[in-house]
């Protein structure tokens, strides 16, 4: 698309004008003057590029759907069994659900989304379909990669590598695993298969990992290994990492060392529930922090509204990040930290990068984190696709 965006300050410098041409940010300057184009005043706002979702769950949200009493035990199996039954009680539409979560997202100013979507026995590929479905559809708007997720078990629940392969085959875009010990009890097994899967069909991996401590820390290196002796560096990424946050620093750091030197990527949802990674230990060792909301007011829990300007505030308060440069890296990790992980060439904000942009009335970019105004604007590759805070399409 192509547009000519009068009066706003590029990451809190001095307003200028910006030149978007078939998509691109083509010129960046002073008083700039392009006939052909359409003109959009933007009044002095704060330019940021677009936000990246890079972890969270489109096919379960319940947005939209009316308050719901949550009712999930406190385990990880219960909410796995809870979220099983209620999919069907619920009639929890992924098609309809994603698409609610995803325009959600972009009326919030995410311009990316790395969605797991659940693939079992039970449901089969339904989650797959409708979220490719909303993807299709939002096409243009908003960039959606599908993670295959076997959260009840690939190894534990016959039938399910069958699936992720089908999956593999059609719109899913990585490789997802979780908790190679505590749901599969099988860690040599999943492990081997979701490396093998990705090797077979040229994906990326994403794998949760809740276990905590020792247990945790077994599995990384388990993927760590297996990252190395496949040559899939950069490739991998590692969600949650619970097991970094252990109160034995010593051996957390090391295991950073490892994550840093086969360049593992790491994604939080910096909750305060639980122990984790510490964002100035990666930092740090250089290794990738992404971040994402997580699931978003499902039969987990309540919370989340798809704000990542929201996020990089918890990320910030959970690693005590004050000044005002280490409050920008959360928003980076809330940014371009996603775009990395994602693979998203162009994201930025300077010449040449796409016009994935999101404006906000802030100051600065410590100032658009601590205080997460309503977007006033976010363009898609130089389309506007929201306004004051909500999708320009309206959400089913």
């Excluded at 406190?74 to 698409?99: A, T, V």
């Excluded at 899939?232 to 840093?260: K, N, W, Y």
Aim: hydrophobic share 40%; glycine share 10%; with cysteine.
């Amino acid at each position: 698309m192509d547009i000519l965006l009068k009066n706003l300050r590029p990451l809190g410098q001095e307003t200028c004008d910006m030149e978007v041409r078939a998509g691109r940010i083509a010129r960046i300057g002073k008083d700039l003057a392009a006939p052909d184009l359409p003109v959009e005043d933007c009044g002095g706002a704060l330019a940021l590029p677009g936000l990246v979702e890079a972890h969270t769950h489109l096919d379960k949200s319940l947005w939209g759907m009316g308050w719901r009493e949550h009712q999930a035990g406190p385990s990880l199996r219960d909410k796995i069994d809870n979220e099983r039954k209620l999919r069907k009680e619920w009639n929890i539409d992924p098609y309809r659900q994603s698409m609610r979560q995803a325009l959600l997202s972009l009326g919030h100013g995410s311009t990316a989304i790395r969605s797991h979507v659940d693939i079992d026995t039970d449901c089969g590929l339904a989650g797959i379909e409708g979220v490719a479905r909303t993807r299709e559809e939002l096409a243009g708007q908003i960039d959606i990669e599908i993670v295959a997720f076997p959260q009840s078990g690939l190894m534990s629940r016959p039938g399910t590598l069958e699936l992720m392969e089908r999956a593999l085959q059609g719109p899913a875009d990585v490789v997802g695993g979780l908790d190679p010990c505590g749901i599969d009890a099988d860690p040599k097994g999943q492990l081997d298969a979701v490396f093998a899967l990705a090797e077979k069909y040229g994906k990326p991996i994403d794998i949760h990992l809740h276990e905590p401590g020792e247990l945790g820390a077994f599995s990384m290196e388990m993927i760590l290994d297996r990252t190395r002796a496949h040559g899939m560096q950069g490739r991998v990424t590692i969600s949650h990492a619970f097991c970094l946050g252990m109160p034995d620093r010593d051996r957390a750091r090391a295991l950073v060392a490892e994550l840093a030197e086969a360049q593992v990527h790491i994604a939080t949802v910096a909750t305060p529930s639980r122990p984790v990674p510490l964002a100035e230990d990666l930092r740090a060792a250089g290794v990738v922090l992404c971040a994402g909301s997580d699931g978003i007011r499902d039969t987990w829990g309540p919370y989340g509204n798809a704000d990542m300007l929201e996020r990089a505030m918890l990320l910030g308060l959970r690693n005590n990040l004050r000044a005002d440069r280490d409050v920008e890296h959360a928003f980076w990790c809330c940014s371009g930290a996603g775009a990395r992980v994602m693979g998203l060439a162009g994201h930025g904000i300077t010449e040449g990068c796409t016009a994935d942009l999101v404006l906000v009335e802030a100051e600065t970019v410590t100032h658009a984190v601590v205080s997460h105004p309503p977007r006033r604007l976010v363009l898609k590759a130089g389309r506007i696709v929201a306004r004051d805070g909500k999708a320009v399409q309206e959400a089913p």
